[in-house]
């Protein structure tokens, strides 16, 4: 999948801070389905897909990160969340979505290459998604260009009711903090609403 956007935004999102309360901007995701309609060795078909069509009447868990096969992202981020799957729906949780500044392609290989089943990766191929609830950052210093401040946020109904964004939001930041926006940490929030 990839992503372009369009946005419709009216409420402005604060820079690197957690911005709950806030409703999600209006976005069209460029993304890619499989389709075996489509002849050859790649299947796909490119699909329009909405934050309407992601989290309009659902709740959703949104993991953000800087980028698909990146160590810490690749060997704990993204497969707690995929392996807790269940117990997330068991507290309510209708899905669970990677959100990162990489285009369709990466994203399919690096879901593969992980055997993720569970969480649906979400291409913000333009980082239009991310800059628009303000968490796009210059990576510059490490040759990644613009990408996603890790966070995690639990969206109801296209509304942020909790987010967790990781200290030291900055471009050019030199570590790559983890300390919150973690499947346990979010897991924790969620039954503390019961």
Not at 23 to 42: C, Y
Not at 157 to 162: E, G, H, T, V, Y
Request: hydrophobic share 40%; proline share 5%.
């Amino acid at each position: 999948m990839s992503a372009t956007a369009t946005t419709n935004q009216t409420e402005p999102f604060t820079k690197g801070e957690a911005n709950e309360g806030k409703v999600l901007p209006n976005i069209t995701f460029k993304t890619r389905v499989r389709d075996e309609s489509v002849a050859g060795p790649n299947p796909f078909k490119w699909l329009d897909v909405t934050t309407d069509d992601l989290f309009k009447g659902k709740k959703v868990v949104v993991l953000s990160l800087p980028g698909a096969f990146t160590p810490t992202c690749s060997s704990t981020h993204l497969p707690v969340y995929d392996s807790k799957f269940e117990e997330f729906k068991a507290l309510g949780v209708d899905n669970i979505i990677c959100v990162s500044v990489n285009d369709a392609f990466v994203m399919y290989q690096w879901g593969k290459n992980l055997n993720v089943n569970n969480v649906f990766l979400l291409p913000d191929g333009n980082g239009e998604f991310t800059k628009a609830v303000g968490m796009l950052v210059n990576k510059a210093n490490l040759g990644f260009g613009y990408r996603s401040w890790r966070y995690s946020m639990f969206v109801e109904d296209k509304k942020i009711i909790k987010q967790f964004v990781e200290p030291g939001f900055a471009d050019d930041f030199q570590e790559d903090p983890f300390t919150n926006s973690d499947a346990e940490t979010m897991l924790t929030f969620l039954k503390s609403r019961k």
